[in-house]
Nanobody
């Protein structure tokens, strides 16, 4: 089970930190990812992190602005978002992968959280 939180309304240029709490399986064995769905658009990969946290990957549009990291002792994964833009407005979802390697592919993720809304005003 995955529970995302931390979304909200923020002005352009601001920051937010999303959190995702995991339960139900050994969190530290699996890669995690963040995805988002903007209004009228398909779900989009945002960031992924390997099981141990050593390897990450980001969609080009967020590189240098977002950071994914995890705390395997607390079963948490985070998405630190900075320099937010109106085009970052979306529902953000965390997901747990079938394996330990980072992945951009939605098909590699077997468990999904309910999502948290991020709205960036201009």
């Amino acid at each position: 089970q995955l529970q995302a939180s931390g979304g909200g309304l923020v002005q352009a240029g601001g920051s937010l930190r999303l959190s995702c709490a995991a339960s139900g399986r050994t969190f530290s064995n699996y890669a995690m990812g963040w995805f988002r769905r903007a209004p009228g658009k398909e779900r989009e990969f945002v960031a992924t992190i390997s099981w141990g946290g050593s390897y990450t990957d980001y969609v080009d549009s967020v590189k240098g602005r977002f950071t994914i990291f995890r705390d395997n002792r607390e079963n948490l994964v985070y998405l630190q978002m900075g320099s937010l833009k109106p085009e970052d407005t979306a529902v953000y979802y965390c997901a747990s992968a079938r394996g330990g390697s980072r992945s951009r592919a939605t098909g590699e993720y077997v468990y999904w959280g309910r999502g948290t809304q991020v709205t960036v005003s201009s």
